[in-house]
């Protein structure tokens, strides 16, 4: 037999529906659990197949489910409004469970969901073109607030019911990673290192992003030296949700140090790509300005080269197109 158990959390002992649920995993004999802890036949089972429920206290759950197996258990927990009431069911399929549901006008967009941790995947389809969106669940959750798949999903049914087929790419583009998970990353991986005044070096990083201009130039300052300097790659940063354009912006920024410093310069001045020439100016003013105070003279001439470089090639395309 398989058997799908949802965990349901009740605010109020007499509340007639949950405030969360959530799918658990963990579980090797299902069956066997079931006797075990003397669940009980569900009167609304669907026809044709068993189903099972027991009312139980918090410890229970966590003795029967790990927190490590399950973080959406974890985050309804720790992080969600104090529930009363526990409901565990154990629903009996014929087949694995495919979590999914539909939306937007006469139900033709689809969301399948790959299960319920932060890094699991989210591919939205409709029945008129091939995936246009593929996002890790942590970027539904964030921009809505909520803490489970299922909550994703009622707002994706209850508020998302106007869309259409054309509108996929501006829900893409709603849901992608943004500063706040480049924030995440970058204070995270960056937390502990210096610069080489034994300052940290995540100020750098907001330096550059606190210059820009624009949205897109503040995100690709914030995360312009973490594929040079950390154990990420572009492919990373594009499974996590972040655009392909900003990607592929931080592709010109990353310096490969088999090609010359201002071969790499150069490159980034002819992409044509205005927001990583904007960025790579920004980088190089901070660079200058530390390097100055901290005395680092080999490192000013390097940037001062570069940042003279740009300023000629910006100037010259200008008299060009007079």
């Known amino acids: ?180 998970r480049a924030i995440d990353i970058v204070s995270h991986e960056f937390a502990d290192d210096p610069d080489l005044d034994g300052n940290p070096q995540l100020l750098h990083m907001t330096a550059v992003s606190s210059a820009g201009k624009n949205d897109d130039e503040r995100l690709v300052g914030l995360l312009h030296d973490l594929v040079e300097d950390k154990d990420w790659t572009f492919d990373d940063l594009l499974r996590d949700g972040f655009p392909k354009h900003i990607v592929d912006t931080l592709r010109l920024l990353t310096h490969d140090k088999e090609i010359p410093y201002m071969d790499y310069v150069r490159n980034i001045c002819e992409s044509g790509n205005k927001v990583a020439l904007a960025v790579k100016i920004n980088d190089l003013n901070h660079n200058l300005k530390r390097g100055r105070a901290g005395g680092h003279w080999q490192h000013v001439a390097k940037h001062e080269k570069a940042l003279a470089f740009i300023q000629e090639f910006i100037e010259k395309q200008m008299k060009d197109e007079q």
């Open 1 to 180: 037999m398989i058997y799908d158990f949802i965990a349901e959390f009740f605010r109020d002992t007499n509340d007639a529906s949950a405030t969360y649920r959530t799918h658990l995993r963990g579980i090797h004999d299902a069956e066997s659990l079931i006797k075990r802890i003397g669940m009980v036949e569900d009167p609304e089972s669907t026809s044709g197949l068993i189903d099972y429920l027991k009312e139980m206290h918090q410890c229970e759950l966590t003795e029967l489910f790990t927190l490590k197996e399950n973080p959406e258990l974890a985050d309804i927990i720790f992080e969600g409004d104090g529930c009363r009431r526990i409901v565990l069911h154990a629903y009996e399929l014929e087949a694995e469970p495919e979590i999914r549901c539909s939306f937007g006008v006469e139900d033709a967009i689809w969301a399948t969901f790959s299960g319920n941790r932060a890094d699991s995947r989210v591919r939205i389809t409709s029945m008129y073109q091939k995936p246009v969106i593929d996002l890790p669940l942590r970027c539904f959750k964030e921009k809505m607030g909520v803490l489970t798949l299922f909550e994703v999903m009622q707002r994706l049914e209850k508020e998302y019911s106007h869309i259409v087929d054309e509108d996929l790419n501006n829900l893409r583009r709603e849901f992608e990673s943004g500063l706040k």
